[in-house]
């Protein structure tokens, strides 16, 4: 199969599934066509030795997706770059403490409190986990993921301050979890990092990416202000989002928060030129397309991983304690990091039941466990993340709004 037809399958797949979202489901276009791909996967599966050839070509074609390069070398940058341009840098300003707090005191604290819950009760299902497998889902499992979590900002009434801290979190911790991880990639090949390793790698990383991008968004932004027209900046953008991101990996800095950078900055020094200089309306239009659409295809490819995900008995009960066990640490986490929050910003406003509930997973967590080395040998990290990526984007993101009616109607 050519990569144009394998590709074509994927839109196809993501158009006829968000039509039917939105035509026949009265779902929301991203939950809609993840449902309905995890669906007709396992569909397949079930009858899998009635039409063998159907399966088999539908395992071919979920096998050929390197999910991880897919997301990490590849979407990411583009994804994080329209999430942080098309963000509300006013409210953003208001709530860095909350922002900061969240991103790095909660990731840290998430990671190994979920390792640490993980370890002790994984032996009740049969599973062996060591430390370092757990440290791993840790780190993967705990950053909220920007994608889920912009695509249901965008859809669900949130509040303003609200939507700030759970996107600047969500487009921050990325960057924390991904250091974290690294940190622990190194333990597991034998070079156990000191705390004062991890910190030095993280302030390095950081900085580095963030500096890299408000840099690269300051030439962008002049190159644009001296042309007219709208074509030639929007290529500038997208130059930006994937050159910035290829050039921050090729640095070994956090390309994640390069991207972040990028698009906060990009947004910041434009507003600074008038709107003859730049076609806002025009640039601000494409972003959302791209935004849209790749979420679309994104969670499209999300639910045909159920193909060549191994599930057993014991990862479905290792995913739902898991699920609970996400659930009940991050509201334990924002309860922690919302009263220091008020402590050193008395007054401050925020929402404890949004906050947890709409801290998602999505595809980064699957990208991140499929990157975990030799992942044959624990199959329990993937099929674990999973479940918990389906039931957060599902379920979470689809009651959320439910839960914000409910609230406002005991008022």
Not at 228 to 241: D, K, R, V
Not at 313 to 329: C, D
Not at 332 to 344: E, Q
Not at 355 to 366: A, F, Q
């Amino acid at each position: 199969m050519t990569s144009l037809a394998y590709i074509s399958i994927i839109v196809t797949a993501a158009a006829l599934f968000g039509w039917l979202s939105v035509r026949v489901f009265r779902l929301p276009i991203t939950i809609g066509t993840m449902l309905l791909t995890v669906i007709s996967s396992v569909t397949m599966i079930l009858f899998s030795h009635t039409f063998p050839g159907l399966h088999l070509w539908a395992v071919s074609l979920a096998g050929r997706v390197r999910f991880e390069d897919l997301i990490l070398h590849g979407m990411l940058g583009l994804l994080l770059f329209a999430g942080a341009f098309l963000l509300d840098l006013v409210y953003l300003s208001r709530e860095k403490l909350a922002v900061g707090l969240l991103s790095i005191i909660g990731t840290l604290l998430a990671t190994a409190t979920i390792a640490l819950v993980m370890h002790w009760t994984l032996p009740l299902f049969g599973i062996a986990a060591p430390w370092i497998e757990c440290l791993f889902f840790g780190t993967l499992i705990s950053p909220t993921d920007p994608v889920a979590v912009l695509e249901m900002l965008h859809r669900v009434g949130v509040p303003k301050n609200i939507q700030a801290q759970l996107a600047g979190e969500s487009l921050f911790n990325d960057g924390v979890g991904a250091v974290l991880f690294l940190a622990v990639l190194e333990a597991s090949r034998g070079q156990a990092p000191s705390l004062g390793h991890i910190g030095t790698l993280l302030l390095f990383k950081s900085s580095g990416g963030l500096l890299l991008g408000i840099a690269l968004a300051w030439i962008a932004s002049e190159l644009m202000r001296r042309v007219e027209a709208y074509q030639i900046e929007i290529l500038l953008t997208l130059s930006l989002a994937l050159g910035g991101y290829a050039l921050a990996e090729a640095l070994r800095v956090s390309a994640p928060l390069e991207a972040v950078a990028a698009g906060l900055a990009l947004r910041r020094f434009n507003m600074n030129h008038l709107h003859v200089e730049i076609s806002h309306e025009s640039i601000d239009r494409f972003w959302r397309v791209i935004d849209e659409v790749q979420n679309a295809v994104l969670f499209v490819l999300l639910g045909f991983e159920v193909l060549v995900i191994p599930f057993t008995r014991r990862t479905f009960e290792s995913g739902g304690f898991a699920i609970l066990s996400v659930i009940v640490v991050r509201i334990l986490v924002v309860m922690l990091v919302l009263g220091l929050v008020r402590l050193l910003q008395p007054g401050h406003k925020s929402s404890l039941l949004t906050l947890s509930w709409g801290g998602l997973r999505g595809g980064l967590s699957i990208a991140l466990a499929l990157s975990v080395p030799d992942i044959q040998s624990h199959t329990w990290i993937l099929a674990t993340t999973y479940l918990v990526v389906v039931f957060s984007v599902v379920l979470q993101g689809g009651t959320l709004d439910l839960f914000l009616r409910r609230l406002a109607n005991l008022r």
